[in-house]
């Protein structure tokens, strides 16, 4: 369960600190107070995209703390440890929302990817906001609902796992027997290219090796010519040599060190110097007589070097990438001459995919059949209590007509609704009324909670449309899934305030001409003004007070 909530200069809340209770905790506040922004706040915290408008104005940065207690949460504990990112029973989530929009998250300390905070927020938390409604229109949520509910997801991934396999061995069948239908052309072609290919004796190709030799050849004529004027230089020159001046330095400094013996050392370095310069000169002189100009092989090399060139710019690729090339092209070459072989064997592969796939779908749309009469049972009793005596609602399994298999099964799931006797269920698209639609949203969302793991769960004004004894329903359904689990509860039904176990106020403070908000706990006096206020508005009376502690006396005896 969430122990702990502390927000550091996030849009409007410069700073709050809140301990949170086991059971049915309600949060409730003027219009405008901020309740939200708490909503806001999981949300980042949990691994919603943040950007730079989160932090409070004037602050460097916006920050969110939770502390979670991992006792009712074994999935939790099971997939930090499994991530190395385990600290007892307990865990501390961290996020960092800085001016310019970039977060940083961490789990225990730790630092982590969004990514790896959304995996483990679902095992941990779940927020069912004030449009879900319209998110149960879409037929996806409606699958994944009956699948949740059913417990069917590890044959459901089963099926998905045989789907993705089917999936890619037929795309590469269906890519196989089309580039048949051309197959011989395809494979002249590469023969001509992979022939044209080997004149370049592939084995012993070396581009970086042909290219420095040519350049040699090229520039023989400069070579020889600044190579004997260095050797002139250094040794040959009679006159005035590199070899002869240090010499006349090293006589003349020999002569001194004798008054003067620190020189020695400076001698000693002359002297090598002159042996140096005087076997660079030799070296030199031996590597010229070395060369001779070849005209020949000038043209052998100007020959290859262009023959490369041409079929780099042929197929697009850089010279030394040829023999990758070549490789390529017979590989390709090879699977074109056994693409009958692979062909069959695929073709073999697909059809026992298919009829595994077949199989596993089957049990799937069987056990989401009988799961789909239980929840439609639950859900039928649950929307009467919830004001539609009449109401009845069905869970529709069918069969798509497909030959192919497909993501999640073979079934259209689809939740109908009838609101009066005697009428046909029509698709929960169809449901005129915005209150009656809201009513099955609640009733299907408590119902698909109840068998659910997560240890916390947090319902943003999912009562919006309802009102009079049905919110008091409402209020004592939410207050039942608190029994094993942490329900917090965004409202402005007092029917549904009073049924908290902890009652939160949201209140807004302007100081400075800067707007900020703050949560505390209601005591038990505190708590029957603001169910009075949730009552009768801005002029409370003697009766309302009254009202307002019947109210919570009734929800405190009837627990």
């Known amino acids: 369960m969430l122990l702990n909530l502390n927000i550091i200069d996030l849009a409007v809340v410069k700073s709050l600190d809140l301990d949170l209770e086991k059971g049915m905790s309600v949060l409730t506040g003027e219009t405008g107070a901020g309740k939200s922004i708490l909503l806001t706040a999981l949300g980042l915290a949990l691994g919603d995209r943040a950007d730079s408008g989160y932090v409070r104005p004037e602050a460097k940065r916006a920050e969110i703390n939770l502390e979670f207690d991992l006792a009712d949460a074994p999935e939790a504990q099971r997939w930090l440890k499994e991530n190395d990112l385990d600290d007892d029973h307990h865990c501390l989530i961290r996020r960092i929302v800085n001016q310019d929009g970039r977060s940083k998250a961490y789990i225990n300390n730790r630092p982590i990817t969004l990514q790896t905070l959304q995996t483990l927020s679902e095992k941990l938390v779940e927020i069912h906001g004030q449009h879900a409604h319209l998110t149960l229109l879409n037929s996806d949520e409606q699958r994944r609902l009956l699948d949740a509910y059913a417990k069917d997801q590890p044959l459901l991934d ?12 037929n795309k590469e ?10 197959k011989t052309e395809r494979e002249e072609l590469l023969r001509y290219q992979i022939e044209e290919l080997q004149q370049l004796d592939l084995q012993n190709f070396n581009y970086a090796a042909l290219s420095e030799e040519h350049s040699k050849l090229a520039n023989l004529g400069q070579i020889l010519a600044v190579g004997q004027s260095q050797v002139d230089i250094l040794y040959e020159n009679d006159e005035q040599s590199v070899s002869q001046m240090l010499g006349h330095s090293l006589n003349e400094i020999t002569h001194i060190a004798r008054f003067a013996p620190e020189l020695n050392e400076i001698c000693s370095l002359l002297s ?5 310069a005087e076997e660079a000169a030799q070296q030199l002189r031996r590597f010229l007589e070395s060369q ?24 697009h690729v850089k010279p030394d990438e040829l023999p990758e090339l070549a490789e390529n092209l017979e590989q390709e070459l090879d699977g074109l001459t056994h693409s009958s072989e692979r062909i069959e064997a695929l073709k073999i592969s697909t059809a026992k995919l298919l009829e595994q796939y077949d199989q596993l779908a089957a049990q799937l749309s069987q056990q989401r059949k009988q799961a789909s009469k239980n929840l439609a049972r639950q859900i039928s009793a ?7 005596p009449q109401g009845e609602f069905l869970v529709n399994v069918t069969a798509l007509d497909l030959e192919a298999p497909k993501l999640n099964g073979r079934d259209k799931i689809e939740f109908l609704v009838s609101a009066n006797p005697g009428l046909p269920a029509k698709p929960l698209a169809k449901v005129a009324s915005g209150g009656e639609l809201s009513r099955i949203s609640l009733a299907i969302q408590v119902t698909t909670s109840s068998d659910k793991t997560t240890p916390t769960m947090i319902f943003d004004e999912v009562d919006t449309g309802i009102g009079g004894g049905i919110a008091e329903i409402v209020g004592q359904k939410l207050r039942s899934l608190s029994q094993n689990r942490q329900v917090m509860c965004v409202t402005h039904l007092p029917q549904v305030a009073s049924q908290a176990h902890t009652h939160l106020y949201v209140e807004k403070n302007n100081k400075a001409d800067i707007t900020s908000s703050n949560v505390r706990v209601l005591n038990d006096e505190e708590r029957v003004q603001e169910i009075a206020r949730m009552l009768g508005g801005v002029n409370i009376t003697a009766n309302t007070l009254a009202h307002a502690k019947e109210m919570l006396f009734q929800s405190a005896a009837s627990h």
């Open 158 to 169: 089963q099926v998905n796992a045989c789907y993705r396999q089917w999936q890619q061995a």
């Open 272 to 276: 090598e110097a002159q042996i140096q």
């Open 292 to 315: 001779e100009a070849d005209p020949q092989r000038m043209d052998i090399l100007e020959n290859q070097i262009a023959v490369i060139q041409n079929l780099s710019r042929k197929h």
């Open 173 to 182: 069948l269906e890519t196989l027997i089309k580039a048949g239908k051309d």
């Open 382 to 388: 649950m929307i009467k209590e919830l004001g539609m």
